[in-house]
């Protein structure tokens, strides 16, 4: 079983920075790819980003390409997500999930609870 467990999040204005994480625990993290998502106000849920097992391979979604930098720190059994150039459309609530391979294939089948993050213009 793996618990995640996100923190950070909050309000910023358009063009600010927002660095969120999650704290993961559970066996084998290192062979685990993890990734974010988030779901917008009446919309479907979003891929964002996910970074592999070790974190040397990262993909990201084409809305927050360039913006948005994932990482990880298996030490600490920490994900990260920075988020730069923020926009108002960026406003959802973030979700960590841990894959069942070392690489992002698939969706997560272990969730955080969702981070809300709010950008006003």
């Known amino acids: 079983q793996i618990q995640l467990v996100p923190s950070g999040g909050g309000s910023v204005q358009a063009g600010g920075s927002l660095n969120i994480s999650c704290s993961a625990s559970g066996r084998n993290l290192s062979n685990r790819g993890m990734g974010w998502f988030r779901r917008a106000p009446g919309k479907e849920r979003e891929f964002v980003a996910a970074?592999?097992?070790?974190?040397?391979?990262?993909f990201y979604g084409d809305s927050v390409k360039g913006r948005f930098t994932i990482s990880r720190d298996n030490n600490k059994g920490m994900l990260y997500l920075q988020m730069n150039s923020l926009q108002p459309e960026d406003t959802a609530v973030y979700y960590c999930?841990?894959?069942?391979?070392?690489?992002?294939?698939?969706?997560?089948?272990?969730w955080g609870q969702g981070i809300q993050v709010t950008v006003s213009s």
């Open positions: 970074a592999n097992g070790s974190g040397r391979s990262t």
């Open positions: 999930g841990a894959y069942d391979s070392f690489k992002y294939i698939g969706t997560p089948s272990s």
